[in-house]
């Protein structure tokens, strides 16, 4: 089978699956696990938008291009057919992030062989584990993906019995965005309450018929997309724990944008930027990609929260921001 890969999430799932060698093509962002020699493959997206450009002028962009029905990413359509693929990754969860799904379909289309699509739309993270499932299945690694999924769904477990359910945990307050100030959505949120924080500017509700949705059908419980919200209402939320891990952001740059954010004026009003429990995350590696590393990340948020930094897994992209609040 020759799989091509559009979407970083899938790409590392395959991996997972020890499906790498089935790779014949693979999107710009893919570059995640790194021993798996990916720079090696063809690349066939790129981006429209200037992924260097400060935060405040990438939103600007973003939101012109959207407007005026311009792509923010394009593919390849001629390599792609010389790669002659069998089955296409791809996702149809957000437009702004990868190449979108109408784009991958019509290019389909034109090619001189039929390949199958497979499109990831997760919102949850059982959905993530689902999509393991689903990449195995369609890529023939059906008995790798269950005993992979087992295992993801193991460890998420294993670490949420260090959280004390019946506590009222603290605040957190995530920025997946930093210009605007854009806050947590889907996976993240149902992380963060199961780590046992709060996430009060974009909780989890609970799907209708569900009841309560607690203990083991915490599953039932799903928040929206992430959300722009006013500095003033960050503030006014009172987060105890703030994570600043912008979205395909490396942590580096990650850090320069949260010591920008410390130089606002409203900053230094955050218990957390007082209590010194600001944690900036490589957004571009954990959090904001539904792959396996969502189980790594919430092993480190249980660790962060929970005051237990053994279970935090050793080499986390992550740094305390040290930077004092004005």
Not at 60 to 81: F, H, N
Not at 165 to 190: K, S
Not at 277 to 296: C, I, S
């Amino acid at each position: 089978m020759r799989v091509v890969s559009l979407v970083p999430s899938a790409t590392e799932i395959l991996c997972l699956l020890g499906g790498r060698e089935l790779l014949v093509g693979r999107s710009h962002e893919c570059n995640s696990p790194t021993d798996a020699g990916l720079g090696e493959l063809p690349v066939l997206t790129k981006r429209t938008t200037d992924a260097g450009a400060a935060p405040g002028e990438i939103d600007a962009i973003v939101r012109a291009d959207v407007a005026a029905g311009r792509p923010l990413y394009r593919l390849d359509e001629r390599l792609l057919s010389a790669l002659r693929p069998d089955l296409i990754l791809t996702q149809d969860l957000c437009g702004v992030c990868s190449i979108d799904l109408a784009s991958v379909r019509r290019a389909a289309e034109r090619l001189d062989r039929p390949a199958r699509i497979v499109s990831l739309n997760p919102e949850t993270v059982e959905d993530v584990l689902d999509d393991v499932l689903r990449v195995g299945r369609a890529a023939g690694l059906e008995e790798r993906a269950r005993h992979a999924a087992v295992e993801l769904r193991s460890r998420l477990w294993r670490a949420q019995e260090h959280v004390n359910p019946y506590a009222d945990g603290p605040v957190v307050g995530f920025l997946e965005w930093t210009d605007p100030l854009f806050v947590a959505g889907h996976w993240t949120v149902q992380l963060i309450e199961r780590a046992g924080g709060r996430h009060p500017l974009n909780p989890t509700v609970a799907r209708a018929g569900s009841g309560a949705a607690a203990g083991t059908q915490m599953g039932e419980r799903v928040a929206g997309a992430s959300v722009a919200v006013a500095p003033e209402a960050f503030v006014a939320s009172r987060p105890e724990f703030v994570v600043v891990a912008p979205c395909g952001v490396e942590l580096a740059r990650a850090y320069g944008e949260a010591e920008a954010l410390t130089r606002r004026a409203w900053w230094g009003e955050l218990p957390a930027a007082r209590s010194a429990r600001v944690a900036v995350v490589d957004g571009d590696a954990m959090f904001n990609r539904p792959g396996p590393r969502l189980v790594d990340a919430f092993e480190w948020l249980v660790g962060w929260l929970n005051d237990r930094p053994g279970l935090m897994p050793r080499g986390f992209p992550w740094r305390p921001l040290r930077s004092p609040a004005p």
